[in-house]
């Protein structure tokens, strides 16, 4: 599933929903003697310069996403223009801010005003330069770079439009077609279209260093890794220590997945023991699920359907029919093409509100008019847009009474993964809506994977007694078979991405800090991908290819550890609010939909925003202050014992080309001063 792609409001780095580290303030003899900072008035307290700042970024804020907004679903020169010069507006005044903030190092103020500091200055991904041309010369690229990629376009035979594929399409094969030739030309189309960004995005790293350094980090990996309420170096030894709490299921998983690939395309099933790339059903391998059809472990006569997709299709159809029964049988091509939008439409609005009755099932208010008005729920057909699925909050709450303007952006079909985006992207919604009575400075994540894992906590309660509800599965034989199949369905989406989301981060750690080079970028992707995912390309990549590029993430600038941690911390969200709803009996057959006891959990923890470190947030719904993988072994051990099972006797893991260890970046010792 793609959801694990969705972004913050800001697709390229300027939103202000990172966390910080801690910092105690400390009094000096002069505290009360403020300094004079161009900008802003002498006299002015930190209490009133955080005040300020609160205002003059809340008044700001909806030009800014009105220009990405647009620069997203209109793709062309003038958006990308306007969407570069509001860009280049915020972090100018971004850089002033944090400039006018240094005059209240070492005074004493309150934990709010200081925490308040800290996140400002760790307010965006992209930290710009401080000169004018260079910070100018870093908002084009960057809109370039994500230009780009939303325009991409694969065509087979130069000079003819009828061959010409972009990734929605491409992906459609990945996830349908099994014929190996097939998947290998869409996967390797799609991957020509980040060739031309390589030398861009070697500039873009030496403009955001720059602006890092300026900021007094290391490098952009380091900055990133600051915002976490602990210092870079435990952030990094903290994902290495969650990773190897599921990389044994992990493996287990693999080994199996590429047992079931081998049968299927005898002798080409593997590349020396690793997963091809192309045959795993999703363009990035982050995502499995796409393969039921070869990895499901039991057929529908043992176990029953989970069928979600052919149900939501079935739906479309109906849809679909009823538009055309009330049309002129001889309509002709152009009308009904208007009509089959109409089907598409209605039906992408159904699915959204199915999801949206989750969250008002758990006492979660209802979805603002404007949202229904001003979202992207389909791709147009005039125009290029960015499909990627993204969530937007367009205002931080309203201005002068007016309702919160919430929106996202998608390009639905009616399939499984498209259905589970959904849930997933209401999730960052309705995060906003919970928060936006917080100054903008705490309008955020307790930390950024906590923004991601609300959506997916919500999906780990679409079990199959959930989804029967709804009416998108039959009844479930209660068996062995069916429980497997269920446990299975899950890992493929949950599972499988968890190396992903890890190696893309340690990519971009080591290109920040200098240890991977422009000359080895592509190497070192690979050698990351086969070390973490233990997966391989079927034909050479070199480097005149750059492959990271086809991953939205990598030209969309957004970073990517955030993704990795929310899976870690959705089983944990889940199993709290299961206790919370009283559930007697194993966790993977928790459903809370409608429990509004657990809601109410929920929307309390969501509320806090990034008003306080992460671990007394997450320690008020879970009772502990730590991430902990245990929650997932313990929601998979049913599946995690069937595959030991499965894969007795054979050989299983895989070996991980010897650059791998070189090319994963060791954090920098110790943090940037006055940061850790």
């Known amino acids: 599933m793609n959801h694990r792609h969705a972004l913050l409001a800001l697709a390229i780095g300027a939103s202000l929903a990172l966390s910080a580290c801690k910092r105690e303030p400390t009094a000096t003899p002069d505290a009360a003697q403020p300094v004079a900072t161009a900008g802003a008035p002498a006299d002015e307290t930190a209490d009133a310069f955080v005040a300020r700042v609160n205002a003059e970024l809340k008044a700001m804020y909806p030009e800014l996403t ?18 570069a010069k509001a860009n280049e507006k915020f972090l100018t005044s971004l850089n002033s801010w944090i400039e006018q903030s240094k005059k209240f190092e070492g005074q004493q103020m309150s934990p709010e005003t200081a925490r308040a500091i800290t996140l400002l200055k760790l307010g965006t991904a992209m930290p710009a330069p401080k000169d004018p041309a260079r910070l100018s010369e870093l908002t084009r690229i960057a809109t370039k770079m994500e230009g780009m990629y939303g325009a991409g376009t694969y065509c087979k035979a130069a000079g003819d439009s009828q061959s010409c594929r972009q990734l929605g399409e491409l992906e459609e094969v990945l996830a349908k ?12 189309g799609w991957h020509t279209i980040a060739r031309p960004m390589r030398e861009d995005y070697t500039r873009f790293v030496e403009l955001v260093n720059e602006g890092s350094r300026e900021l007094g980090y290391a490098n952009t990996g380091e900055m990133w890794r600051a915002g976490y309420d602990m210092s870079p170096v435990e952030l990094a030894a903290e994902t290495d220590r969650l990773w190897g709490q599921v990389k044994p299921l992990y493996e287990q998983l693999h080994c199996y997945a590429r047992t079931r690939l081998e049968a299927q395309y005898p002798g080409r099933g593997s590349v020396d023991g690793l997963l091809p790339a192309h045959l795993m059903g999703n363009m990035w391998q982050q995502d499995w699920g796409n393969l039921w059809d070869v990895l499901a472990p039991y057929g529908e006569q043992q176990a029953g359907s989970l069928d979600v997709g052919g149900a ?20 002709d091509t152009d009308r009904r093409v208007e009509v089959v939008r109409k089907a598409q439409l209605e039906h992408a609005q159904q699915m959204t509100r199915q999801a949206e009755e989750f969250y008002t099932s758990l006492g979660m208010p209802a979805l603002p008019e404007s949202y229904w008005q001003k979202t992207q729920f389909i791709k147009p057909r005039d125009r290029d847009v960015v499909c990627h ?27 499984e993964e498209d259905f589970f985006t959904i849930y997933h992207e209401l999730g960052h919604v309705y995060y906003y809506l919970a928060y936006n009575n917080l100054p903008p400075l705490f309008q955020g994540g307790a930390h950024d994977g906590f923004h991601e894992a609300i959506g997916d906590t919500i999906e780990l309660a679409m079990t199959p007694a959930y989804l029967k509800s709804i009416g998108l599965v039959g009844d479930q034989q209660p068996s062995q078979e069916a429980l497997i199949n269920a446990q299975m369905r899950m890992a493929l989406a949950k599972v499988a991405f968890m190396p ?28 990351l991908k086969a070390k973490y995912q233990g997966v391989a390309p079927a034909t050479a990549r070199g480097e005149d290819f750059f492959d990271a ?58 509320s806090r925003g990034n008003s306080q470190p992460w671990q007394q947030t997450m320690k008020e719904l879970t009772g502990t202050e730590q991430m902990d993988a245990s929650a997932v072994l313990e929601y998979f051990s049913p599946l995690q014992e069937w595959l030991r099972q499965q894969n007795e006797g054979r050989s299983c893991g895989w070996q991980a080309p010897a650059a791998a260890a070189a090319a994963d970046p060791a954090p920098a010792k110790g943090a940037a001063p006055g940061n850790g």
């Not at 030739?181 to 869409?186: E, I, P, T």
């Not at 109906?318 to 029964?325: E, G, K, Y």
């Not at 992903?500 to 050698?527: C, H, K, Q």
Request: hydrophobic content about 35%.
């Open 500 to 527: 992903f989301g890890l190696m893309i981060d340690r990519w971009r750690w080591g290109v920040f800090d200098g240890s991977i080079t422009p000359e080895n970028y592509n190497t070192a992707w690979w050698d």
């Open 549 to 606: 590029g086809a991953k939205y993430h990598v030209p969309g600038n957004t970073p990517y550890t955030r993704y990795f941690l929310s899976h870690v911390l959705q089983f944990q969200f889940y199993k709290a609010l299961c206790d919370a709803a009283g559930h007697q009996g194993p966790l993977y057959e928790c459903t809370f939909a409608g429990n509004k006891a657990g809601g109410g959990k929920f929307w309390a923890m969501l």
């Open 177 to 188: 077609s099994r014929d190996y030739d097939a998947q290998l030309d869409a996967w390797q």
């Open 312 to 331: 939501l299709q079935r739906q479309y159809q109906s849809v679909l029919n009823d538009h055309l029964a009330r049309e002129n049988a001889l309509i």
């Open 389 to 415: 699925a993204s969530a937007w909050d367009m205002n931080m709450g309203g201005e002068d009474g007016k309702s919160p303007d919430v929106r996202t952006k998608m390009c639905i079909k009616p399939n």
């Open 66 to 83: 009105a220009a990405q907004w647009l620069s997203s679903t209109y793709i062309n020169d003038d958006s990308q223009l306007l969407a």
